[in-house]
């Protein structure tokens, strides 16, 4: 079982990336994924997290109104859209697989991907 992240890189303060999470040897929908993140010297936080069904998302207040998740069971694929991107978004991104948002731990990890924002 294994989650794949992308669509990480380096971009200019107000630009945007798409990150996306893939899932390999399993089927997603069984599944809610959050997006985590952790900066250089911080704590991983989680950044948004989608239910199984898609109908529920949530974010924390640092990216309300610029990121936003979504997911396409039929492909297999979570997305992180992520706009108006601030230096303080800098860090590896990771997509983890829950049991529900609200659970206390992932079940599942990707490996993550790097999103560097600066000019």
């Known amino acids: 079982l294994q989650l794949v992240e992308s669509g990480g890189g380096l971009v200019e303060p107000g630009g945007s990336l798409r990150l996306s999470c893939a899932a390999l040897?399993?089927?997603?929908?069984?599944?809610?994924i959050g997006w985590y993140r952790q900066a250089p010297g911080k704590e991983r936080e989680g950044a948004s997290c989608?239910?199984?069904?898609?109908?529920?998302?949530n974010y924390i207040d640092s990216v309300k109104g610029r990121f936003t998740i979504s997911r396409d069971n039929a492909k297999n694929t979570v997305y992180l859209q992520m706009n108006s991107l601030k230096p303080e978004d800098t860090a590896i991104y990771y997509c983890?697989?829950?049991?529900?948002?609200?659970?206390?731990?992932?079940?599942?990890w990707g490996q993550g991907t790097q999103v560097t924002v600066s000019s």
């Open positions: 983890a697989a829950l049991s529900r948002c609200s659970a206390s731990a992932p079940l599942y």
């Open positions: 040897g399993f089927t997603l929908d069984a599944y809610a």
């Open positions: 989608i239910s199984r069904s898609g109908t529920i998302t």
